[in-house]
């Protein structure tokens, strides 16, 4: 059975850092895309970012380029994403995902979200 788990999320002040991870268990990690997605309330979910299954490529929403980072751990099952420069507009739900790398858009499996409240 696959499992992701994230931890991480709280609250924070604008201007601040959070860093989230997403520990995977149940398939073979290393074969896997991650993305980070999140929805705010009243909003649809939408990409924050994705690291290929080598670490090779990552990828960006505009929103948070420059500002947020993806990365993982093969050795450790996690991926992680560190968001620093926080905004209130950066509240949502978020939550991670998995995508088998020949279909890197098509995300198989979810968490169950951790929540990241951003104040002004």
């Known amino acids: 059975q696959v499992q992701l788990v994230e931890t991480g999320g709280g609250l924070v002040q604008a201007g601040g850092s959070l860093s989230l991870s997403c520990a995977a268990s149940?398939?073979?990690?290393?074969?896997?895309?991650m993305g980070w997605f999140r929805r705010a309330p009243g909003k649809e979910r939408e990409f924050v970012a994705r690291?290929?299954?080598?670490?090779?490529?990552?990828y960006y929403a505009d929103s948070v380029k420059g500002r947020f980072t993806i990365s993982r751990d093969n050795t450790q099952n996690t991926v992680y994403l560190q968001m620093n420069i926080l905004k209130p507009e950066d509240t949502a739900v978020y939550y991670c995902?998995?995508?088998?790398?020949?279909?890197?858009?098509?995300?198989?499996?979810w968490g169950q979200g951790t929540q990241v409240t951003v104040s002004s």
């Open positions: 995902a998995a995508a088998y790398y020949t279909t890197p858009h098509v995300y198989d499996y």
């Open positions: 149940g398939l073979t990690f290393s074969t896997y895309d």
């Open positions: 690291v290929s299954w080598s670490s090779l490529n990552t």
